[in-house]
């Protein structure tokens, strides 16, 4: 099954839905200018409404060593998500200094890139392959933009990876199938308002997406698995 990521929870009934929808992985959003923003006690005390459930993913943005330390001391993270212009030494730091998987996010555009996959594989967990952000957004991620998903239909990826950019709970299951996708992210697309989940939608697009493709049973423990272990 298609392993899905629910990111920018921010309160109780997201987090709630994205746990009774049965998500695989849940992402708090750690980058202030963010509407999805949360504070780490905000996130603690979200992550502590279930035992178990989705694995617990921060997502930061070129964050500096004192924001991944405050933030890994208060919430109990399975992976670092990195969305900012972090270089693979940096990422391979931050890999080897918290002990966390590291999922690092690239904008795709063209197809030169994917070539940056090569440079990233040997010290990242994951891929999160996203759309580069539209001209003039605010933010690296999270701009309801999706990329031209045959640039990755078929591809060999050298580590497990989740789509994102722009999905949908309607365009879920297309583009599963047309990617052959392991895993998918959203994070507008399950909103009624900016910033602001819709319980409804979280379970439509875990539901979709869960319907098409995806890895086998297990997929998730060793999408997830520590950074302490070897890949
Ligand atoms: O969601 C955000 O606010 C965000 C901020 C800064 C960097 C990344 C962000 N979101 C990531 O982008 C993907 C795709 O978002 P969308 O579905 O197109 O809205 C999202 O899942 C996050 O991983």
Aim: aromatic fraction near 6%; include cysteine.
């Amino acid at each position: 099954m298609t392993l899905v990521k629910i990111c920018g929870v921010k309160d109780a009934a997201g987090f709630d839905a994205t746990v009774a929808a049965g998500a695989d992985f849940v992402g708090f959003v750690f980058y202030p200018p963010s509407p999805r923003a949360v504070t780490p006690d905000a996130a603690a005390a979200l992550s502590a409404r279930a035992a178990g459930g989705p694995k617990r993913v921060g997502l930061f943005v070129d964050p500096t060593d004192a924001l991944l330390a405050a933030v890994l001391a208060a919430v109990p993270l399975d992976l670092v998500q990195l969305h900012g212009e972090e270089t693979p030494a940096r990422a391979a730091e931050v890999r080897a200094r918290f002990g966390r998987p590291v999922m690092k996010a690239l904008g795709i555009a063209v197809p030169a890139d994917l070539a940056l996959l090569e440079a990233y594989a040997p010290v990242v967990d994951r891929f999160l392959l996203d759309a580069k952000p539209p001209p003039g957004a605010s933010l690296p991620g999270g701009n309801a933009a999706a990329f031209d998903w045959r640039l990755v239909a078929g591809r060999a990826i050298p580590r497990p990876w989740l789509l994102a950019g722009g999905l949908t709970p309607e365009t879920v299951r297309d583009a599963v199938r047309q990617t052959g996708a392991p895993g998918v992210d959203v994070s507008s697309g399950v909103e009624r308002a900016r910033g602001v989940k819709d319980p409804d939608r979280i379970a439509a697009f875990v539901s979709a997406a869960k319907a098409e493709g995806g890895v086998s049973k297990g997929g998730v423990a060793a999408f997830a698995r520590s950074g302490a272990e070897p890949r």
